[in-house]
């Protein structure tokens, strides 16, 4: 008897206001945290309509929003067919909105329709988002290594920022939201 | 190392970009950073022939800790065949580009571009129905050539139509020159519209390409569009580039023979065999 073989997709959701780790980041920027929005700050004028830079406030993404975003993008861009090959793995196993890293399990042999499904969904609520894959691997361990470490890597970056910004309150949450998201990664089922 | 040989930048009025056109770009080149991109090519789109005394309105950004090889990139779309569009590199306008594309609109003028136009990559317009059929016996003479055609997934991100168009000509691309000479692009006009490499990868083995070959579209084959507009560009006759000496660093100095005098009074006093052959070797690129 063959065991059924999944696949573990690990992914980063960008956003227009997404602060963009090494990269230079513009003054006005803040950080992505829902309530860290420096007051007074100049609203986006871009031509394009919303860029999603106005929307702290909006609730953080729930993990139902996600599944249904990538079944609806499944859907349209695989019709019932690929709908329904891809059913029955598909599941959501973890999501952090501090950092918007996620996991999901696949199946694998269908692996790169959910991804290409992942690919071509362009808002979440919304709003207009990047969904990108960073690791994809057969056992769910490895995933959870590698997003620690990205997490880690990521609040480190946001920290610094907000040690720059001589914003204690929020390095402070910064490092609570680190140990958070690193036991409830570790307390994952394998 | 990934490229994105297309992020448009054609000003939207006048004849140099605005502000808010180039915070636009900054956006994408940063995002393009982040998502793991490593050079990019800004394109300026013109249709129909080149206006005289052109100047070239990219301006590279200045990127301080992001490692990103930035290009210049001429999209012409050309639609008569009777017209001489003057594509060689004597042309000033053209020549102050570092890649050169051209959009072939009818199926003479792609015959024409396949076969003899002086350029790098042939960028059909995917994300609708292609004017014409794509033939074995005209794409392989762009292949022959080491010409490369150009797929953009910006348009099939933005809507479904467009995405059924790209896949359906993608795949009758991908047929005829069974997946050589293919680089895939963004052509993002905004940076929500970009993707990380190894999505592109990924919709790529959707559209029937091998998974190394999709890699390949997107590192390797951009490559060697650089490669051969540089050889277009800068080389006489694609054997040889001359560089003025003053280019040369400190470190390579030694190319110029002679060195110090302190130093070829030494190798004249010796004259042992290997400093002989050192010294015929320094005096070689004199000739």
Same mark, same amino acid.
């Given at each position: 008897?063959?065991?059924?073989?999944?696949?573990?997709?690990?992914?980063?959701?960008?956003?227009?206001?997404?602060?963009? @780790?090494?990269?230079?980041?513009? *003054?006005?920027?803040?950080?992505?945290?829902?309530?860290?929005?420096?007051?007074?700050? *100049?609203?986006?004028?871009?031509?394009?309509?919303?860029?999603?830079?106005?929307?702290?406030?909006?609730?953080?993404? *729930?993990?139902?929003?996600?599944?249904?975003?990538?079944?609806?993008?499944?859907?349209?861009?695989?019709?019932?067919?690929?709908?329904?090959?891809?059913?029955?793995?598909?599941?959501?196993?973890?999501?952090?909105?501090?950092?918007?890293? @996620?996991?999901?399990?696949?199946?694998?042999?269908?692996?790169?329709?959910?991804?290409? *499904?992942?690919?071509?969904?362009?808002?979440?609520?919304?709003?207009?988002?990047?969904?990108?894959?960073?690791?994809?691997?057969?056992?769910?361990?490895?995933?959870?290594?590698?997003?620690?470490?990205?997490?880690?890597?990521?609040?480190?970056?946001?920290?610094?920022?907000?040690?720059?910004?001589?914003?204690?309150?929020?390095?402070?949450?910064?490092?609570?939201?680190?140990?958070?998201?690193?036991?409830?990664?570790?307390?994952?089922?394998? | 190392?990934?490229?994105?040989?297309?992020?448009?930048?054609?000003?939207?009025?006048?004849?140099?970009?605005?502000?808010? =056109?180039?915070? $636009?770009?900054?956006?994408?080149? $940063?995002?393009?950073?982040?998502? &793991?991109?490593?050079?990019?090519?800004?394109?300026?789109?013109?249709?129909?022939?080149?206006?005289?005394?052109?100047?070239?309105?990219?301006?590279?950004?200045?990127?301080?800790?992001?490692?990103?090889?930035?290009?210049?990139?001429?999209?012409?779309?050309? =639609?008569?065949?009777?017209?001489?569009?003057?594509?060689?590199?004597?042309?000033?306008?053209?020549?102050?580009?570092?890649?050169?594309?051209?959009?072939?609109?009818?199926?003479?003028?792609?015959?024409?571009?396949?076969?003899?136009? $002086?350029?790098?990559?042939?960028?059909?317009?995917?994300?609708?129905?292609?004017?014409?059929?794509?033939?074995?016996?005209?794409?392989?003479?762009?292949?022959?050539?080491?010409?490369?055609?150009?797929?953009?997934?910006?348009?099939?991100?933005?809507?479904?139509?467009?995405?059924?168009?790209?896949?359906?000509?993608?795949?009758?691309?991908?047929?005829?020159?069974?997946?050589?000479?293919?680089?895939?692009?963004?052509?993002?006009?905004?940076?929500?519209?970009?993707?990380?490499?190894?999505?592109?990868?990924?919709?790529?083995?959707?559209?029937?390409?091998?998974?190394?070959?999709?890699?390949?579209?997107?590192?390797?084959?951009?490559?060697?569009?650089?490669?051969?507009?540089?050889?277009?560009?800068?080389?006489?006759?694609?054997?040889?580039?001359?560089?003025?000496?003053?280019?040369?660093?400190?470190?390579?100095?030694?190319?110029? &023979?002679? &060195?110090?005098?302190? &130093?070829?009074?030494?190798?004249?006093?010796?004259?042992?065999?290997?400093?002989?052959?050192?010294?015929?070797?320094?005096?070689?690129?004199?000739?």
């Amino acid at each position: 008897m063959v065991r059924f073989k999944n696949r573990y997709l690990l992914f980063e959701i960008v956003y227009a206001d997404t602060p963009l @780790g090494w990269t230079s980041i513009p *003054a006005s920027t803040s950080l992505a945290l829902p309530n860290a929005t420096q007051p007074g700050e *100049a609203a986006d004028q871009s031509p394009f309509g919303d860029t999603g830079r106005n929307n702290y406030r909006l609730p953080p993404l *729930a993990n139902k929003d996600l599944l249904f975003a990538l079944k609806d993008s499944i859907a349209e861009n695989f019709g019932d067919y690929g709908a329904g090959l891809t059913q029955r793995p598909l599941t959501l196993k973890y999501f952090s909105p501090h950092t918007n890293v @996620g996991i999901f399990r696949i199946s694998r042999e269908e692996m790169h329709i959910v991804w290409g *499904a992942l690919t071509f969904i362009n808002q979440l609520k919304g709003r207009p988002c990047i969904i990108k894959v960073i690791h994809t691997s057969g056992t769910i361990k490895k995933c959870q290594l590698t997003t620690i470490k990205y997490d880690r890597d990521r609040i480190m970056f946001l920290r610094n920022q907000a040690q720059l910004l001589k914003d204690s309150q929020a390095y402070t949450q910064l490092g609570l939201a680190y140990k958070e998201s690193a036991d409830e990664v570790n307390s994952l089922e394998i | 190392m990934f490229y994105d040989l297309n992020i448009p930048v054609t000003p939207s009025s006048g004849s140099t970009p605005s502000a808010l =056109d180039q915070l $636009e770009t900054r956006k994408r080149v $940063e995002l393009l950073a982040h998502l &793991g991109y490593q050079a990019v090519a800004y394109n300026n789109e013109i249709t129909g022939k080149m206006p005289q005394n052109h100047v070239n309105p990219i301006t590279k950004l200045a990127l301080p800790g992001i490692n990103l090889k930035q290009y210049s990139r001429l999209t012409l779309v050309v =639609d008569d065949i009777s017209q001489n569009y003057g594509l060689n590199t004597n042309n000033p306008s053209i020549a102050s580009y570092d890649i050169l594309a051209v959009n072939p609109t009818n199926e003479k003028l792609f015959q024409a571009a396949c076969g003899t136009f $002086e350029v790098d990559i042939i960028s059909l317009d995917m994300s609708a129905r292609l004017p014409f059929y794509l033939k074995h016996s005209t794409v392989g003479l762009a292949v022959e050539r080491g010409i490369y055609f150009e797929l953009c997934y910006g348009a099939a991100i933005r809507d479904a139509t467009a995405r059924r168009n790209l896949i359906s000509n993608a795949q009758s691309l991908i047929r005829v020159t069974r997946g050589k000479n293919i680089i895939i692009s963004s052509q993002a006009m905004r940076a929500m519209e970009l993707r990380g490499p190894y999505d592109i990868v990924n919709f790529g083995t959707l559209l029937g390409l091998n998974q190394a070959v999709a890699k390949d579209c997107l590192s390797s084959h951009c490559r060697a569009v650089a490669m051969h507009a540089e050889t277009r560009r800068n080389t006489n006759r694609a054997v040889m580039s001359v560089a003025p000496v003053a280019s040369l660093a400190e470190t390579e100095q030694w190319k110029l &023979g002679g &060195g110090t005098p302190g &130093g070829k009074r030494k190798n004249d006093n010796k004259g042992t065999a290997s400093n002989k052959k050192a010294k015929e070797l320094q005096s070689e690129p004199v000739k």
